[in-house]
């Protein structure tokens, strides 16, 4: 990486979206997707609130797939707690590997992003990466929307 930019494993976490505290449900969630990843000596005060693509008919969760004939939502709610809950973060929503949207605030960074612009005869994937102070990064795992036909 770039001179300075060190990554450490014991600063990074993998956290699981569990239905229910289990071994079984934890190795369903890092089978299906339903993870994201903190790094940062922050990364432990960064809680993913809500992650979700919605339709008209059906909802979809971190690692899913959704179909739709129509037009998207995303959802999303990141909270800082702790000493860095003051501080800003920057979150950027992307679509097909481009930033559609670049949030900020302070403590919460929530949106209801919608999306009508699906082009047919594709999946379309969205991601979220989120910034916070003293390089805290939150990254969550794609969600995809299948616009192909039949």
């Known amino acids: 990486g770039v001179e300075g930019d060190h990554f450490s494993p014991s600063l990074s976490q993998t956290v699981f979206l569990l239905e229910s505290f289990s071994r079984n449900d934890a190795i369903a969630a890092l089978a299906q997707g339903r993870v994201y990843a903190t790094y940062g000596p922050h990364g432990v005060d960064t809680h993913l609130r809500t992650y979700e693509i919605r339709t008209k008919d059906t909802v979809a969760y971190s690692g ?11 959802n999303f709610a990141l909270d800082l707690t702790g000493p860095i809950a003051k501080r800003g973060l920057t979150v950027d929503v992307i679509k097909n590997g481009r930033v559609i949207k670049t949030l900020e605030g302070v403590g919460t960074v ?3 992003i919608e999306d009508t612009d ?5 999946i379309h994937v969205y991601r979220v990466d989120a910034r916070g102070p003293k390089q805290t990064r939150v990254l969550f795992n794609p969600i995809f929307v299948d616009r192909r036909a039949g």
């Open 64 to 74: 899913q797939m959704i179909r739709t004939g129509g037009s998207i939502t995303l």
């Open 110 to 112: 929530e949106s209801h």
């Open 118 to 122: 699906l082009s047919l005869g594709r």
